[in-house]
């Protein structure tokens, strides 16, 4: 189960599909490598890159390939590793070309995820019937993430397994994204109103 993604970067996004992609299968990381270095090199040309892959003289030659390919690997490592490292030297937003390798190979939802924290289409909710399900939705949320809570947090943490408190903190990130909606919306209502008073003043 993945977390809900709220507060994350968007490179932070891709490093969750990125580790877990090549933790499950073999030879995952060089497909994704190799696929996002191919990305990178088509759609931006030579005079425009801002990170210099290693490319192979000859693409028929599996050894060059392979040298080059771990290489490019330690870039993207070194991508994810540092944000200094990060905000100095990669500069194209590597983190896409990533993402759409991942999706090409896994079938994944990573594009999609970044298109709506780019691009959130969700409507603050201002109907009654609205805010009634924002309220609902909230409520089972919480309430499903205090219930884990409890039966996790019980003889601390160190007795549950990696899984259990993944799923906990997606249970815990998923419950304030509500509560952060539910901000949203009378943030929205003070907006409006505040809006409404200079305009009478004016």
């Avoid at 993207?76 to 390798?101: G, P, Q, T």
Wanted: aromatic letters at 8%; hydrophobic letters at 35%.
């Amino acid at each position: 189960m993945r977390p809900s993604f709220h507060g994350y970067s968007s490179s932070s996004i891709v490093k969750w599909y990125y580790e877990r992609a090549w933790n499950t299968l073999n030879g995952a990381k060089r497909a994704i490598v190799a696929r996002t270095v191919d990305l990178y090199t088509t759609e931006i040309s030579a005079e425009h890159r801002t990170i210099k892959f290693n490319i192979p003289d000859s693409p028929e030659d599996g050894e060059q390939f392979l040298d080059c390919n771990k290489k490019n690997i330690k870039i993207i490592d070194d991508f994810f590793a540092d944000n200094s490292v990060r905000s100095k030297h990669f500069r194209d937003n590597l983190e896409i070309f990533i993402a759409r390798a991942i999706d090409e190979i896994f079938e994944t939802e990573i594009c999609e995820v970044l298109k709506q924290k780019l691009f959130p289409d969700d409507l603050v909710p201002q109907t009654q019937e609205q805010l009634d399900q924002l309220l609902v939705e909230t409520n089972s949320s919480y309430t499903e993430a205090v219930n884990e809570c409890v039966r996790i947090f019980r003889n601390g943490l160190s007795d549950d397994s990696e899984e259990e408190l993944e799923i906990l903190e997606s249970k815990l990130l998923s419950a304030r994204e509500m509560l952060d909606k539910n901000v949203g919306a009378i943030e929205h209502e003070l907006s409006r109103r505040k809006k409404g008073k200079e305009s009478v003043e004016n």
